[in-house]
């Protein structure tokens, strides 16, 4: 069975990113397996640390051995969150290049009308550089989401079968 790394972009324990990585991973399940990359543990980015920290190493090697990569990621000002964005550093500074021609995709969901748009293309010029493989429609943007997230579970039948979607194009994607 396929593996997938799912990095969380919030640093929140409720976050409601964290309720779509769950429900995903339920949705997934006979497609392939889901995994965390767990960012929270990670120092900030300093280019003067030589050795690479071990937790830094972990996630690496959790990438490159994956199938491919899930972003699960708020929106913090219009752009990447600033957790997210140092697991990017760090990962990209690894020698084995992990996320290089990696397939991945983006799932992203607020509380207002546009569901993370800017983080996502903000995530994707990151991937240029970093070569990662997004797949490209469909695109996961869920606005409203505090309506159609109650008590830890998604509730919304719309979204639950739009990620059903997804998780079939993503299959698609990390077969080819």
């Given at each position: ?10 640093l ?5 990113h964290?309720?779509?990585?769950n429900e995903?991973?339920?949705i ?6 889901l ?9 900030l ?18 990438v ?9 990621s ?72 505090y ?26 994607h990390?077969?080819?």
């Amino acid at each position: 069975m396929k593996k997938i790394v799912g990095i969380i972009g919030s640093l929140r324990k409720d976050s409601i990113h964290r309720v779509l990585f769950n429900e995903y991973k339920e949705i997934s399940n006979d497609q392939f397996e889901l995994i965390e990359g767990e960012i929270k543990d990670l120092p900030l980015y300093n280019q003067d640390i030589e050795d690479q920290p071990n937790s830094v190493a972990a996630l690496a090697r959790k990438v490159a051995s994956a199938d491919g990569i899930l972003f699960f990621s708020p929106e913090y000002n219009y752009s990447i969150p600033g957790g997210l964005k140092n697991a990017l550093d760090w990962i990209s500074r690894d020698d084995d290049k992990p996320f290089d021609r990696k397939p991945a995709a983006i799932i992203g969901a607020s509380p207002g009308a546009i569901g993370t748009a800017r983080m996502q293309y903000h995530l994707r010029q990151v991937g240029v550089f970093l070569n990662i493989d997004f797949l490209n429609k469909p695109e996961v943007m869920v606005g409203k989401a505090y309506d159609k997230i109650k008590d830890g579970r998604l509730i919304d039948d719309g979204t639950i079968q739009f990620l059903k979607k997804h998780v079939e194009a993503f299959s698609a994607h990390i077969e080819n």
